[in-house]
C-alpha cells in the first residue's frame, strides 16, 4: 500500500511539474523544474520530478547508453539489479531478461545475500550493483559472488561513494561514528582509489568513467546533471 500511494504521489507530482525546461534522460519527460537535493551540489535540482531519479542514475543511463554506441557493451540478454532504483528497475525490465534483489524482499522481486547469492555460475551478462558494496561487511566476498554469476564477457556497474584517498573502513564502527567517518549510519567505509584494485583483485577488468566524456555541458544543462560521481565497470574477460 506504501508503494502504491508513493508511485501515486509521484505521477501527480510529475504532472504538475511539466515543462520544457529540463528533461530527465530515464522517463524521458520535460519538466519545468527538478526536485532540490542535498550532497555535493545542494543549490541544484537533481531529483526527477516523475520517475525520481538521482543524478548518478541518470548519469549512468547516459554512459549506458553511449558505451552500447561504442560497442563496448550491449543492453540485452540477462540481468541482475541489487538493490534495485525504480526510475532504473523500469527501463531495464523492459529491455533486459530481469531480476532484481534485495536482502529486504519487500523491495525487490526476490530475497538474496549478495555474499551468498543463490544463482549457478555465469548466469547474468550484466549486474547493476550500486550504491551497495559500502553496506556491506565482507565486500571481497561480496565482490567475488558478483564476479562468479557474470558470463564471461559480461559487465557490472559498480558504483559507491569514493573519495581520492584511501579506503576507511570499520564494520564494527558505531552508527554515530559511521555517520561521522562513511557520512551515513550505515555505511561501513567509505571507498578510496584502491576500490578499484579490490574490483581487479575479485578477477574484474576495471574501467571508470565521467560523464564529461559523453555528455554536453549544454545536454548536462539540460539532464540536470551537475555531479562529478565516476561511472564504474567491472567487466569479466
Known amino acids: 500500500m506504501r508503494e502504491l500511494l508513493r508511485g501515486a504521489l509521484q505521477c501527480l507530482r510529475g504532472i504538475a511539474m511539466r515543462g520544457r525546461a529540463y528533461k ?19 543549490s541544484h ?26 560497442g563496448q557493451l550491449k543492453l540485452q540478454g540477462k540481468m541482475l539489479h541489487v538493490a534495485p532504483e525504480r526510475s532504473l528497475a523500469r527501463r ?7 531480476l532484481s534483489v534485495d536482502m529486504d524482499a519487500s523491495r525487490a522481486m526476490r530475497a538474496a545475500n549478495l555474499t551468498r547469492l ?3 555460475d555465469e548466469q547474468y551478462d550484466a549486474i547493476v550493483c550500486n550504491h551497495v558494496l559500502e553496506h556491506v561487511p ?30 576507511d573502513e570499520d564494520p564494527a564502527a558505531s552508527p554515530e561514528e559511521r555517520k561521522k567517518r ?22 574484474f577488468r576495471v574501467s571508470v568513467h565521467g560523464w564529461k566524456d559523453f555528455v554536453t555541458f549544454d545536454d548536462a544543462k539540460r539532464f540536470v546533471i551537475h555531479a562529478d560521481e565516476k561511472m564504474i565497470f567491472g567487466w569479466k574477460p
Open 92 to 98: 531495464f525490465n523492459r529491455m533486459f531478461d530481469y
Open 118 to 120: 543463490p544463482f549457478p
Open 182 to 203: 562513511f557520512g551515513q549510519e550505515d555505511h561501513v567505509r567509505l571507498y578510496g582509489r584502491d576500490y578499484l584494485d579490490r574490483l581487479r583483485e575479485a578477477g
Open 138 to 167: 565482507d565486500d571481497r566476498r561480496a565482490m567475488a559472488e558478483l564476479y562468479r554469476v557474470l558470463k564471461p564477457g559480461g559487465w557490472a556497474a559498480l558504483l559507491v561513494p569514493m573519495t581520492e584517498t584511501l579506503t
Open 45 to 70: 535540482s537533481a531529483s526527477c520530478p516523475g520517475c525520481g531519479s538521482a543524478e548518478r542514475h541518470r548519469i549512468l543511463w547516459l554512459c549506458l547508453q553511449h558505451l552500447e554506441r561504442e
Open 24 to 42: 530527465c534522460a530515464i522517463c524521458e519527460r520535460s519538466y519545468s523544474t527538478f526536485l532540490p537535493a542535498g550532497g555535493l551540489f545542494p
